[in-house]
């Protein structure tokens, strides 16, 4: 039997990840798994880890790593064999350890790191003009990706909204968290020799 592939996408917000897994997912078949999505659809269900994480998300603030580590491991125990993308995590050292640590229980290993670079000013530029469908999550961007009919998704119908933590102040205290937090990664990964760099714009 083949393993399963494991792929971890990173880079700083609005760098693309969630984009260029959904095409993986598509085209290859992976499972595309987005903690950030994941987060997002807790806090719109008002569950008791939605009502926990919510406070975090809205400014900007990494969710501590005890939280999101147990929920990627219940998604892990359902899905190991299946081949997955993770956007969005690891974000820190921490939990780049605890997958490791977790892959490891199952007998599976990470196959690599891909960071998607792209420089602050381009960063904030996307973000401000990034939309989301409410409906079914698909991303937009007002100038390089516009819907057909204007707040209205293409595939659904669903109406387009901007999210909350996309406004440039928010966007500029995520992008200083990213460069504390989840740059050193790219060291983590290049000693275990699976980084992969890909130019974001
Ligand atoms: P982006 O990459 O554009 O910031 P995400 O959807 O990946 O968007 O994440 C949105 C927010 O969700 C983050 O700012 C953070 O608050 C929270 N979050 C998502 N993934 C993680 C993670 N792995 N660790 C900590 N917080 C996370
Ligand atoms: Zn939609």
Redesign the pocket.
């Known amino acids: 039997m083949t393993t399963p592939l494991k792929i971890v996408l990173f880079g700083p ?2 760098s693309g ?2 984009t260029q897994a959904e095409l993986l997912a598509e085209r290859l078949g992976f499972v595309h798994y ?4 994941a ?2 659809t807790h806090i719109a269900q008002k569950t008791p880890l939605g009502l926990e ?1 919510e406070r ?2 809205t400014t ?4 501590p ?1 005890e939280i ?1 580590l147990k929920v990627v491991k219940a998604f892990l125990d359902d899905h190991a064999q299946r081949p997955i993308v993770f ?6 050292i921490v ?1 780049a350890r605890g997958l490791d640590r977790v892959l490891a229980e199952q007998g599976l290993e990470l196959f690599r790191a891909v960071l998607i670079d792209l420089s602050d000013d381009e960063v904030v530029r996307r ?1 401000s003009s990034r939309r989301q469908c409410r409906k079914c999550s698909k991303i937009y961007n007002l100038t390089f990706m516009p819907p057909q009919r204007g707040g209205i998704c293409d595939d659904c119908g669903g109406e387009l909204y901007q999210r909350t ?1 996309d406004s440039e102040k928010t966007i500029r205290h ?1 992008l200083r ?1 990213y460069q504390k937090e989840t740059s050193p990664l790219i060291d983590y990964y290049e000693q275990q020799g699976k980084l992969v760099r890909i130019d974001g714009a």
Do not use: C, N, W
């Open positions: 917000p609005g990840k969630g987005s903690t950030g999505e987060f997002r994480v975090y998300v900007g603030m990494l969710i790593d999101v956007d969005g995590f690891p974000r820190t939990q973000l933590d995520r968290v």
